[in-house]
């Protein structure tokens, strides 16, 4: 009696085993999706699942990863941020830029940062103070944005970035690139945060209920100042190292890293008001989105067939994270 | 519901339209004291004429947000359009493509939003990638020319006045009457105030949102087919600025961006502005670059007047 | 075989002698595993007023939305004027005659009042278009038939609460419905709404609709209705004829306990010897036209009385905030408030429970640790570790007997008792010296009613004293130990609990003044 009990007690606790593993499946799209491309490039290409391939494909991935940190934290607290784009293209011309080019390494580094942060201070503004539509409000600071490019860079940029830029864009650590680092310390800042620190519970449970959070003291207005300053400052970042890969100065750089951000959030479980994916989740959907490019390009299908692809991946995420919410 | 001047409901909708039309004016007085000739009958006729497609798209928009939606996939949908009219196949055959692929694309806008209750934002921004994937692959390059009637159409004057001019007139006036005197148009803003108590009440919620959608998507055919017929060829990547301005004339127009409150009148004013603005700038010698970055500042200015109950999309 | 012919036969028999206009026979409906209504049978005849009496979670609304056509029975019959329907949505219900005014309103705030009256079946002219001006003509002609003066093209976000419900029945008359389903509509009236309302059904009643009265205010049921059926735990208990029954049989059949039972004893301290925590002085406020006054004292459980809307809400959320006043000084713990913000309020030492709880208190896809942690919170540098607080959840979940899966199951699984205590205990975690609890049992089963207030008397024994404000005035004559009377946004006066009647509170707050 007691032992078929308990023997009852453990099916019951591998079945709710599978069932959670099933449920991650459904919460967090990524994984099951990363799994399939490595089974399937196994097929397709070999070639792609070699070590030099891989490491490729974690060096590319980097600014649309690092873009897709700072995308979440506006998205768990029911925000968005469409000026990453602008900022990362404004950051390129000012990178490529005589009096950043030519001026010292620190410079390179903290203008970006500043800026992106900057971009997303006045974002919060307009976002939750004056309580504006935050996708129009971040998309006409994307025009604004892209638009000071051309002024900066008066329509024909190029030139030469610091050589500092470069090098953390393209340098390796040993096997690893050095780029790849400052990724896992972004996310692992990020994903200590929201797991543990204040701020992170305040963001959460701002995307959660901003009424409640209101009338239970939290500070809602500092929270989303900080979600999209992060995600501004991430953002400038992530326009450094993009810069670093190309060299110089061009037009629109980081474009496509909007939806693409969009795309890597909602891969890994989180969506408007928060999910359960966190950090790691992101992680493995920015992964998944580079790699599919790369087998994509490797098999030589068209770029436009990509964004065939790869707005079919965002529809059937968000559809997946619809159904689960429900 | 903090922009409410009348308590009136049919009187709060025209109402909300007001600010739009005054500083539509306003540039207007502007540019006529500064540029002697910016008010030639010429310049006059060429704007409108210009701002033919904008219109026919910002239509479709104004329903969908009405309904408390986003349709980011409008742009795509012109450029897909233009594609498919220089495909260079029976006039006929490409005129039904392009109307089809648009249905299929609202429809698809629709069953994703309505029946999989995916975000506006996230299912109209996947059809606008899926989409302008397909105008590429349609017509990876700018050219090919459009069937010789939609040409002639461009060309053609009534009274001396471009036909697209008469087009977008009958447009708008076809769509505020469906706002404004029909069920459907009464039941948009229902459902556009609360989905669910629309629906309690009697509205078949769900298909009037799905109808917004494959209206918009039909609309930026309209639109599309309109611009074909004035560039004379095709361009994949023509429509990408028509996302960002239909909603900013809608916005600018006075339409709640939460849905539920807004008018057709408020449209027109809206892509008046944006219109008046970007002919003005250029009399005045602004760069585009700089124009680029006033109308960014625009559309934060007029969504910045919604202020809502809780910050968010 | 035989056996059913026969009772078919009776029931046909009886259908015809007594006539029900509606009846629900042996309805099951089941959502996923959860059985909502088990077997509920019911009769509406015309001309009468049919209360559906019940704890929450007892299916009345469930029975209701299934009458009007909003959820389809998993099993059972529903008959209409004899025949067997079986309505595919609300509307098909509308249509055949049935008239519901949820619990929650359904004007569109966005649309006119004639637009709604209409909505749905706005009549056309021959070009197809809205006919407005019939429209605007029919809905007047409408709302005067029901003593409303109201502007048919007004805006319905413009409206008064009570208004909006006018309007919802309006709708039901326009549409010469036979039944009229009333979802608790007193839950959001005053007094003096709740009266014409009351009219209004006698009036509909009188020309022979049939009315169904869901409410657990038993005064009401037994002031406006002849039949009383009764559900619990999603199946029928019984029907009793309004005359006749005493309000304990009808709550022990609702509950099998009886009413006193639910509040704890008062408080032994005595009175005179309690300081003072709270003291309103002189104060006017937005919304509040003044002048405020009273006190709370350690130990006491204070009441605010008074007709829905009379400056409860805004004297709750003029402490705890610490609004800007246009005069007089609020006091706390002796010296006056400095706060502006809810924050400010909770690092004073205050907890506010809010009156809607889904809307301002629960983050409903958290879990239930993180919603009670959330308390803890305030006032931290966001850059600190957040506090984890495990032992301290699980002892208040264990002491307020949550019931739940695991305490990271999202709060929104849970019923309205177990949200409030989870509610309460984000405040229980904290060190609070003063508790306001809005509404402290609205949506909660009688069960966890009587848990709730012996907490409330709990902590204010131990010299937490509580403000509450309630819809329901037999709560606060049971639950607190002095009532402050409000009337227009003014104290009138305070009384003893212990001494107060209804009728004495109600007089005091109609007419101003302390009997």
Avoid at chain 2, 258 to 283: K, P, Q, R
């Amino acid at each position: 009696m007691t032992a078929g009990m308990a023997s009852e007690g453990r099916t019951s606790s591998l079945v709710q085993g599978l069932r959670s593993l099933a449920l991650t499946a459904v919460s967090v799209p990524a994984y099951p999706a990363l799994a399939g491309l490595l089974v399937a490039s196994a097929f397709l290409q070999p070639k792609a699942l070699t070590l030099p391939f891989l490491l490729i494909v974690l060096r590319q991935a980097v600014p649309l990863g690092l873009v897709a940190i700072g995308q979440s934290l506006t998205m768990i607290g029911r925000s968005i941020d469409l000026s990453v784009g602008g900022v990362i293209a404004l950051v390129n011309v000012l990178l490529a830029h005589r009096m950043f080019a030519t001026g010292a390494p620190w410079m390179s580094f903290v203008m970006p940062l500043a800026l992106g942060a900057a971009v997303g201070a006045v974002n919060a503004l307009f976002i939750a103070r004056l309580r504006a539509s935050a996708v129009i409000i971040t998309l006409g600071m994307s025009i604004v944005l892209v638009g000071l490019s051309y002024v900066v860079s008066g329509g024909a940029p190029g030139g030469q970035v610091n050589a500092a830029v470069r090098w953390i864009a393209t340098g390796r650590l040993g096997l690893f690139p050095i780029a790849a680092f400052v990724w896992a310390g972004v996310a692992l800042l990020v994903g200590l945060t929201l797991a543990r620190l204040v701020i992170g519970r305040e963001l959460q449970a701002l995307g959660a209920n901003y009424f409640a959070a209101r009338l239970g003291g939290l500070p809602v207005g500092k929270t989303l100042l900080v979600a999209h300053v992060a995600s501004g400052a991430i953002a400038g970042a992530a326009g450094i190292v993009l810069t670093g890969y190309i060299g110089t100065g061009t037009l629109n750089l980081g474009n496509e890293l909007v939806l693409a951000s969009l795309a890597a959030v909602v891969l890994g479980g989180t969506s408007f008001g928060g999910g359960r994916g966190g950090v790691l989740g992101i992680v493995a959907g920015a992964l998944v989105i580079t790699y599919l490019a790369n087998l994509l390009r490797g098999m030589g299908v068209a770029q436009p067939f990509q964004l065939v692809i790869q707005g079919l991946i965002v529809a059937g995420a968000a559809g997946l994270a619809a159904h689960r919410s429900r | 519901m903090s922009i409410l001047t009348s308590a009136h409901a049919r009187q709060a909708r025209r109402r909300s339209a007001l600010p739009a039309v005054a500083l539509a004016v306003l540039i207007a007085a502007g540019l006529a004291f500064t540029t002697p000739g910016a008010f030639s009958a010429q310049n006059i006729v060429n704007l409108l004429n210009q701002q033919s497609s904008v219109m026919a798209v910002t239509l479709g928009q104004t329903l969908v947000i009405l309904a408390g939606g986003f349709d980011l996939s409008v742009g795509s949908v012109v450029s897909l359009t233009t594609a498919i009219l220089s495909l260079e196949i029976h006039p006929l055959g490409a005129f039904a493509l392009a109307l089809v692929a648009a249905f299929l694309v609202g429809l698809a806008n629709a069953v994703g939003i309505v029946r999989f209750r995916i975000h506006p934002i996230l299912m109209t921004i996947s059809t606008m990638t899926i989409v302008q994937g397909a105008a590429l692959l349609l017509r990876p390059i700018p050219g090919g020319t459009v069937p010789a009637g939609l040409v002639a159409y461009a060309n053609g004057t009534l009274f001396g006045l471009p036909l697209p001019i008469y087009a977008m007139v009958v447009l708008v006036l076809l769509t505020s009457l469906l706002l404004g005197g029909t069920r459907f148009g009464l039941h948009v803003y229902a459902v556009g105030g609360s989905p669910e108590n629309a629906a309690l009440g009697g509205v078949r919620a769900a298909r009037v949102v799905g109808a917004c959608y494959v209206l918009s998507a039909l609309f930026a055919c309209l639109g599309g087919i309109n611009l074909a017929a004035r560039i004379a060829s095709g361009d994949p990547l023509v429509g990408a600025s028509f996302a960002i301005d239909s909603v900013a004339a809608t916005a600018l127009g006075g339409t709640l961006l939460s849905g539920g409150m807004g008018s057709i009148g408020g449209s027109v004013a809206g892509v008046a502005v944006l219109a008046l603005l970007a002919n003005g700038l250029n009399f005045w010698n602004v760069s585009t670059h700089f124009q680029m970055l006033i109308k960014g500042a625009l559309l934060i200015a007029a969504v910045s007047a919604h202020r809502r109950a809780a910050p968010g999309l | 075989m035989m056996m059913s012919e026969r009772r078919s036969a009776t029931r046909l028999s009886q259908s015809r002698t007594m006539a029900p206009l509606l009846e629900a026979v042996d309805i099951h409906k089941s959502f996923g595993s959860v059985a909502a209504l088990v077997g509920v049978s019911l009769a509406l005849k015309a001309g009468s007023v049919h209360a559906v009496l019940g704890e929450n979670g007892a299916g009345k609304s469930t029975l209701m939305k299934t009458i009007a056509g909003v959820h389809a029975p998993t099993s059972g019959t529903l008959r209409f004027k004899g025949e067997a329907v079986a309505w595919r949505d609300a509307e098909a219900a509308n249509e055949a005659g049935v008239s519901t005014i949820f619990q929650e309103f359904i004007l569109l705030p966005n649309l006119s009042v004639a637009e709604n009256l209409f909505l749905g079946r706005e009549p056309r002219t021959r070009l197809g278009l809205v006919d407005r001006r019939a429209m605007i003509a029919e809905s007047r002609l409408a709302l005067e038939r029901l003593g409303l003066a109201l502007d048919p093209e007004r805006l319905a976000g413009t409206l008064g609460v009570a208004e909006q419900q006018m309007v919802e029945i309006a709708k039901g008359v326009m549409r010469d419905a036979d039944i009229f389903v009333f979802d608790e509509p007193t839950a959001a009236l005053g007094d003096r709404e709740a009266e014409r309302l009351f009219a209004l059904i006698r009036e509909l009643q009188a020309n022979g609709k049939g009315i169904l009265y869901v409410s657990h205010r038993l005064p009401e049921i037994f002031a406006l209705c002849d039949t009383v059926t009764v559900l619990k735990d999603g199946r029928y208990v019984d029907t009793f004829a309004t005359e006749g029954a005493t309000s304990d049989a009808l709550v022990a059949a609702m509950v099998g306990r009886k009413l006193e039972q639910l509040y704890p004893p008062r408080s032994a301290h005595a009175a005179d010897r309690q300081s003072d925590v709270v003291a309103f002085e002189g104060v006017k406020a937005p919304g509040l036209a003044g002048p405020v006054d009273f006190t709370v004292r350690s130990h006491e459980i204070v009441g605010l009385a008074g007709l829905e809307g009379h400056g409860q809400i805004e004297i709750t959320r003029a402490l705890f905030e610490g609004w800007r006043l246009d005069a007089g000084t609020i006091r706390f713990a002796g010296a006056p408030i400095r706060h502006d913000d809810a924050a400010g309020g909770i690092a004073a030492g205050i907890g506010l429970v809010p009156e809607d709880r889904k809307r301002e208190g629960l983050y409903l896809s958290l879990g239930v640790d993180r919603n009670i942690a959330a308390g803890l919170l305030p006032g931290l540098s966001g850059a600190r570790l957040a506090p984890q607080a495990r032992a301290g959840v699980a002892e208040q979940i264990r002491r307020l007997r949550i019931r739940l899966r695991d305490p990271s199951q999202p709060i929104g699984d849970l019923s309205g008792g177990n949200q409030q205590k989870a509610l309460l205990a984000r405040w229980l975690l904290r060190d609070i010296r003063l508790l306001i609890c809005e509404e402290p049992t609205r949506g909660v089963d009688i069960g966890a009613k009587a848990e709730i207030y012996a907490l409330l008397r709990e902590l204010a024994d131990r010299g937490i004293p509580v403000l509450v404000t309630s819809r329901e005035l037999p709560e606060l004559i049971g639950l607190c130990d002095r009532l402050v009377i409000l009337r227009d946004g003014a104290t009138v006066g305070s009384m003893p609990a212990a001494e107060a009647t209804e009728d004495k509170v109600m007089r005091a707050a109609i007419y101003g003044e302390l009997g």
